[in-house]
């Protein structure tokens, strides 16, 4: 089986390798093809990755290649990951810097931030959907790329079903709510659903048995896991819901953005400094795999545990657990679903797919984050109780400005784009939404037609 991995030089590449080492079942992955516009990037990775293979010791470790070409890299794909990031990580840092100027959210996928980020990047991933259309027509397409829920819709205008988002921050919050719960989550069906950084844990039941009053009941338990000491156990008792930690620059949004304002570097400037370290390294003349290897898990280690220091700060939340510092989350999900999906072993994974009839208060092809029974057909969202009313309100309010993001990265408009950015909740003026459109045309190429 041949798994192609678009935005092949990135970051989080090994942890998609290590976890096909880790596979030995029947029909696993053979052949890894790495695609990604940066022959050094690919370098790079390609030697943190013969490093893991040596470091497993087995002599038949998935086989990788790395490429430049798109069509080469296609050819023959059983499933394509697609995991890229247009602009790069200074991009991500302009979309940051230019929103908190406002005094309103850049963060990656929410906000400003997301409305921005997914203008330049809908183009790209409708560009590389056809081109998987025409070079690998039968190949499943795993997307990570964010904002996940807006592109997985964006890509399934061409391919369908054959596209499917994924996203680790609902298996890590059902993970840790079962943990507390004493619950073995593979045991645990998690009532979610939402869009993607935009969902609730509404019930977590175990042998039929819903055991989430039992933690809205008690605050030591509550505030012992992540979630829990970012909203707080008063706030989710109100909600009698454990939502999203995504949730926090809405439900606490005055005080994410002073925190990111009064930060000395935000999030995408301080990877962008992080990363272009790591690739100096692992790309160094002569290195040794094993040494690239120790440099990534090392990069690794830091990444994961300033992973939303400023929103744990303004909340008081403290240092993140260790048990949560281990990745894992990422790289299951992506292999479980392919598991499913290629030996027809049945798999409830939480999965960005098309409503259908799931909420009623969105269209059928709208991309929602929900369980979905999965096997070699695909993925089927399961049914879900309904979203109360303040739920409704923030999900179809948002996935109308996604739905403003793909037409205006389709039209080129300019006044298409100042309406995506005014109509999301957390941009409170169209004037702030008109400088915002000007800002990033002024920073990134590919908005330049938006001046
Ligand atoms: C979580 C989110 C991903 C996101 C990542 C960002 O895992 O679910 O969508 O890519 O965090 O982490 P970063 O280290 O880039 O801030
Ligand atoms: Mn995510």
Redesign the pocket.
Known sequence: MRLTILGGGGFRVPLVYGALLGDRAEGRVSHVALYDEDPARLSAMARVLAGQAEAAGLPDAPAVTATTDLDEALRGADFVFSAIRVGGLEGRAADERIALAEGVLGQ??VGAGGVAYGLRTVPVARAIARRIARTAPDAWVINFT?P?GLVTEAMAEVLGNRVIGI???PVGLGRRIARVLGARPEEAWIDYVGLN?LGWVRGLRVAGRDELPRLLADAAALESFEEGRLFGAEWLRSLGAIPNEYLHYYYFNRDTVRAYREAERT?GAF?RDQQRGFYEEAGRPGLAPGAALAAWDRTRAE?EAT??AENREAAGAGEREEIDLESG??ERVALALMRAIARDERATLILNVPNGSTLSVLDAEAVIEVPCLVDANGAHPTGVAPLPLHAVGLVTAVKAVEREVLAAAASGSRADAVKAFALHPLVDSVAVARRLVEGYAVAHPGLAHLR
Do not use: F, I, P, Q
């Open positions: 990656e996928t964010n996940a996203c680790d921050s950084h999030r990877l990444r992973y939303m989350g990422y």
